[in-house]
């Protein structure tokens, strides 16, 4: 399930631009945008809202496209990559981590972790041994039976953490992962990121506009105005 790549470099942009065209407007989501991940690391992108992180983090993770540049993920331009195999890199390779929660409400939280595997055809027998080995990671599996609306906001992003880890990603992209919750319960979640990066190997790349997240964070890179304020 996990990606192959072996390299140290888990995500590079070059020369990054997003336009968009609003009627007869041209609108600068991301002007040049470079800067890497490199494996294992936790990593912030700060700013305000409309700075562009949310952009660039749907390029990164495949949802959206750049007007001009490149992004390499795990070795692969997916720049100019068709559909198909961009769909089947994000399946395999990236976990996405939503301010929304994003979960099924009619699954229980070992149904809304489990489903991902379950896309990717594997045995039941493996399927729910991996779930569980996730939600134990984040601390439910006593509610694994549970369904969304019987958990606190800091317990269903908990969930959505556990999913996006549970096909073994080599990648997770949380974007603002914290915001629905109060400061409390998202430092959290921050403490859980770490353990996460620690424990699974993974690499975070992470938006947000909460000042703790640079406390918890590797490094930080600041937007605004669509490019990165400062190098690394």
């Not at 065209?21 to 800067?35: C, P, S």
Request: aromatic content about 6%; overall charge neutral; some cysteine.
């Amino acid at each position: 399930m996990a990606t192959n790549f072996q390299g140290d470099t888990v995500v590079e942009t070059s020369g990054v631009t997003r336009v968009y065209h609003v009627d007869q407007i041209e609108v600068h989501a991301l002007r040049g945008v470079n800067f890497k991940i490199h494996k294992g690391e936790f990593v912030a992108l700060m700013g305000r809202s409309g700075s562009g992180k949310t952009t660039l983090m749907n390029i990164i993770g495949g949802l959206d496209h750049p007007t001009e540049g490149h992004v390499v993920l795990f070795g692969n331009d997916i720049s100019k990559m068709a559909d198909r195999k961009l769909t089947e890199l994000r399946r395999a390779s990236i976990g996405f981590v939503f301010q929304s929660f994003a979960l099924m409400p009619t699954m229980s939280a070992f149904e809304n972790v489990e489903l991902p595997l379950r896309m990717l055809g594997l045995h039941r027998r493996q399927r729910r041994q991996r779930a569980m080995e996730c939600l134990e990671l984040v601390g439910l599996t006593r509610w694994a039976k549970h369904r969304p609306q019987e958990m606190s906001g800091g317990q269903q992003q908990r969930v959505a953490i556990a999913r996006a880890l549970v096909n073994s990603p080599g990648l997770i992209l949380a974007d603002e992962p914290t915001g629905e919750l109060d400061s409390t319960t998202g430092r959290g979640i921050l403490d859980l990121f770490r353990t996460v990066v620690q424990e699974e190997h993974v690499t975070i790349l992470m938006t947000s506009h909460d000042p703790v997240v640079q406390e918890m964070v590797d490094y930080t890179y600041r937007m605004a105005d669509g490019a990165i304020t400062n190098e690394r």
